[in-house]
Each structure stands twice: as structure tokens, then as C-alpha cells.
């Protein structure tokens, strides 16, 4: 019995789609499933059943988004850098056109879905950014290579800090400098950068208040000075700055071992803990199941950056590098600082733990770079299948 041309192709799609899911990284899928897991039974367990089932429902269609992203091949993305940039600079000028939500324009309200443009437009800077690295690779050692980039990453970090969200901003800043760094410039370039950093936060925290000139409003000042060296008293009333910071430490300390359990919870569901399905998710974490619960959500990060690093390091081209090394940076900076600002070694920035902290753009923006690194994977298998490794700018 013969075959029709049609089934010949029908049987070959389907195949060549089971090949590429075979291709995928199953480790890295694993960490991002999981987290999602821990992030439900957290939410669960700490009285935000709604949040909890909103977020599993978050989770499984960014999954979905994932494995279709792992289908298409990344480098088509380079020939829409302009756009992807463009979109994501309009994204975050059109948020100031609606109101604030707790102070902060940084959502567009949609029909059963807040969009938080900030979040998404880290994913609309990763990708343009590594294709405009790529074309100045060659020109590495000129000045104005380094100063392109910078200001590229700057001018949507600077209209996202006008959303009064200086969190992801520094997630912007650090993925710029994330992409000088995998690029290969030269550390005599990356010290310059840093010196002119520590001048800038020196501008930026006392020599523009001197004159009269703030840039940064009160409270994120006093957030990003009072870590370091914090008051006796931070109590609500007394110190509102460090406060969030000692209740955050409060509810890790009391989870000792293996936690007090979601009955016993007191910090997170009598309302002493700030932020506790977002910003402060660790603590309840830490308070509910303790040092077991804290280690396998640090376990499951760990995977995450591994995996990450190894497809950074198999990309079949130079773009490919820099599109992981943007998602590395962005994963890795927002896990320390949100981590470090709950155990007060960082100061409170606001930025959510991925796939972690409740938030429907958050959990998406982190299955899309899963996604990403994904399609990276795949098609470096695919390259090596075929022939060895090469370097394409």
C-alpha cells in the first residue's frame, strides 16, 4: 500500500517536531517546572489560594510559550531587532498614560490580565541589544562600542525608573553591562564602566540632593543607604525603611530547620510581613518550611543558572552567546538581589523572584527566556548534529 504525498509530510512534520523536543534541555525545563511548584504550594500554604491557582495557570502557559519558542530558531529574531527595541520603549512610555497602581505606573490594565510592560521589555532589550553587540564585535576595542550598548540598555532603564521601579531598572543596566562583558571587552573597559557607575550613584545619592536636584525619591534613597548600616529600632511606626527588612528576617529565623508549617505562619498571614506573595515570597518560604524548603527552591535556582551557563557555552553563534548571557545576568541579578534584600545584605528594590513571587508577567517574561535558552540549546544540538561549531557574526 503506497503512501500519499501528503501523509509523507504529515509523518515527517511530526517527526521532525519530536525530534526537537528530544533536543531540548530537560534539566533546565525541570527547574523551571519546579520553581513554578513552589511557588503554588508557597502561595497555598500562606492563605493566597486565588493568587496560587492564577499563578498555576500563569505557569502553564508560559510553559506552553516555552516549548513553541523552542521550536522556531533564535536568529530570526536579529533581523527584527529595530522593532523588538522600539516595542519595548513605547511599551513603557504608553504605562504613563494609565493610573498608578501603590504609586508606581508600571501596568496596563487588559481584560483579566494587569501588563506590566517593564517586565516584558527586559526580554525586548536582551534580544536587540545581543544584535547590535553582534554587529559591533568587530570594533570591540573602539570607545564608542561600549558607549552604544550602554546607552541602549540606559534609555529604557531610565523610563522605567520614571515608573518609579528602580528595581528592574538596575536589571536593565545589569543586563547592558552583562552583554558588554560575554562579548569579550576588555577589562580595562569594564573597570572605566564600573569607576563611572560608582560616580554616577555618587551624583545620583548626594551631590544632586545637595544642589536640590532628586532624582531618586526619599524612601528608594533611604532603601539603598539604610541596609548597610541599619538603626536599633525597625519598627513599622519607628523606621519604615529597615522595617521591611527585619520582618523579612524575623520570618526566616522563626522557620529554623524545616519550617512552622502553613497553620503555624504568623508573619506572612497576620499581615506583619510587606509584600509576602511578591517582593518578600522567600521569607514566607523560609518561615513555612524552613531551611529544607529554602534549600531545594536555592537547589532548583542553581540548576537554572547551570544550565543556563551551559547552553551559553554551546551556542552555535556569537548572537546566541549574548542572548543567553542576557537571560543569565537577568535570572542571576534578580535571584541575588531579592534573595540578599529578604536576608538584608541587599537593599528593598522591588524586584520580583522568577517564577517565584506571584505576578502573571513575571512568571510569562521567565518562561519566555526559558524559552529562549531553549531554542538556543536546540539549535546547537542541531548545528553539532550536522557539522562542528563555528563562529557566525
Known amino acids: 500500500m503506497s503512501i500519499s504525498p501528503i501523509e509523507r509530510s504529515g509523518t515527517e512534520s511530526a517527526a521532525q517536531v519530536r525530534q526537537q523536543l528530544l533536543r531540548i534541555d530537560p534539566l533546565l525545563l525541570l527547574a523551571g517546572v519546579g520553581l513554578a511548584l513552589c511557588s503554588f ?11 496560587a491557582e492564577k499563578q498555576m495557570l500563569y505557569a502553564g502557559f508560559g510553559l506552553l510559550l516555552a516549548l513553541v519558542m523552542s521550536r522556531f530558531d533564535y536568529t530570526v529574531l536579529r533581523d527584527y531587532r529595530y522593532l523588538l527595541y522600539a516595542t519595548g520603549v513605547v511599551l513603557n512610555i504608553a504605562v504613563f498614560a494609565f493610573h498608578s497602581v501603590k504609586g508606581a505606573h508600571s501596568w496596563i490594565p487588559l481584560p483579566g490580565f494587569q501588563f506590566e510592560s517593564s517586565e516584558f521589555g527586559k526580554l525586548l532589550l536582551i534580544v536587540p541589544l545581543a544584535a547590535f553587540a553582534v554587529e559591533r564585535s568587530r570594533r570591540l576595542s573602539e570607545r ?10 540606559l534609555v529604557p532603564a531610565m523610563l522605567v525608573m520614571g515608573q518609579s521601579n528602580l528595581g528592574t531598572a538596575l536589571v536593565y543596566v545589569t ?11 576588555g577589562w580595562r573597559q569594564l573597570t572605566a564602566l564600573a569607576l563611572l557607575g560608582v560616580v554616577a550613584a555618587a551624583i545620583v545619592l548626594v551631590a544632586a540632593p545637595a544642589v536640590g536636584v532628586n532624582v531618586l525619591h526619599a524612601y528608594q534613597k533611604q532603601r539603598l543607604t539604610t541596609f548597610i ?3 536599633a529600632d525597625c519598627t513599622a511606626h519607628s523606621n519604615s525603611t529597615c522595617w521591611q527588612e527585619h520582618e523579612g528576617l524575623i520570618a526566616i529565623g522563626s522557620g529554623q530547620k524545616t519550617g512552622v508549617g502553613p497553620e ?24 513555612t518550611y524552613g531551611f529544607a524548603g529554602a534549600a531545594l527552591v536555592l537547589s532548583l535556582y542553581a540548576l537554572l543558572i547551570w544550565r543556563a551557563l551551559r547552553i551559553l557555552t554551546m551556542a552555535k553563534n556569537l548572537f546566541g552567546t549574548l542572548v543567553a548571557g542576557g537571560v543569565l545576568s537577568m535570572f542571576m541579578f534578580q535571584i541575588f538581589l531579592n534573595i540578599g534584600m529578604t536576608l538584608g545584605i541587599m537593599p528593598v528594590a522591588g524586584v520580583t523572584l522568577p517564577l517565584l513571587s506571584y505576578g502573571g508577567s513575571s512568571v ?8 529562549l535558552l531553549q531554542s538556543i540549546h536546540v539549535q546547537a544540538r542541531m548545528a553539532s548534529a550536522g557539522k562542528a561549531r563555528v563562529l557566525i557574526v
Do not use: K, W
Not at 41 to 46: D, F, I, P, R, S
Not at 364 to 371: D, E, P, V
Open 41 to 51: 504550594v508557597t502561595l497555598h500554604g500562606a492563605g493566597y489560594r486565588t493568587d
Open 144 to 153: 564608542g562600542t561600549m558607549a552604544r550598548v550602554i546607552l541602549l540598555a
Open 364 to 371: 510569562l517574561t521567565s518562561f519566555l527566556a526559558i524559552g
Open 229 to 231: 548600616n541599619p538603626p
Open 175 to 185: 543586563i547592558g553591562c552583562a552583554t558588554l562583558f560575554f562579548l569579550g571587552t
Open 264 to 287: 503555624n505562619a504568623t508573619q506572612a498571614t497576620f499581615g506583619l510581613l510587606p509584600e509576602p506573595n511578591t517582593d518578600f515570597i522567600f521569607a514566607v518560604l523560609g518561615e
